[in-house]
């Protein structure tokens, strides 16, 4: 079974007009076999860094295929639920802002001490 999804397998990615078919390169497909070795289904946010570039870069490549219900054969590697197309770079964005903040002192490093600090 994996044999035939490390040679034709493909990614599914989730968005918001329905499912895409994405075919990876043999070394992308290794990547992502190990990525969803113990899922089938996976949202872009638990994915770290270099897995999210790795899909933005195959979502902006390819073109997205959308197949009908049941006409598609080959082996599926996994489903990323990728809802929001610039999530996972706005998202980045904002944790940089934010650590840097927290590096210049004028952010606390716990949101606790943020709240203590706050209330009378």
């Known amino acids: 079974m994996w044999i035939e999804r490390l040679l034709d397998g493909v990614l599914r990615v989730l968005t918001p007009s329905g499912p895409r078919y994405l075919s990876p390169s043999f070394l992308e497909r290794?990547?992502?076999?190990?990525?969803?070795r113990n899922f089938t289904s996976l949202p872009l946010v638990v994915l770290n860094h270099r897995q999210q570039k790795l899909v933005d870069r195959l979502?902006?490549?390819?073109?997205?295929?959308?197949?009908?219900?049941g006409m598609f054969e080959q082996p599926l590697i996994g489903t990323v639920e990728r809802l929001s197309p610039m999530h996972s770079h706005v998202e980045t964005q904002a944790e940089g802002a934010l650590s840097s903040?927290?590096?210049?002192?004028?952010?606390p490093h716990s949101s606790s001490a943020w709240l203590s600090s706050r209330v009378p």
Do not use: K, N
Request: contains cysteine; glycine residues 4%.
């Open 30 to 36: 290794v990547c992502l076999l190990w990525t969803f």
């Open 101 to 107: 903040l927290a590096a210049s002192g004028l952010l």
């Open 59 to 69: 979502c902006s490549q390819q073109e997205l295929l959308s197949l009908p219900y």
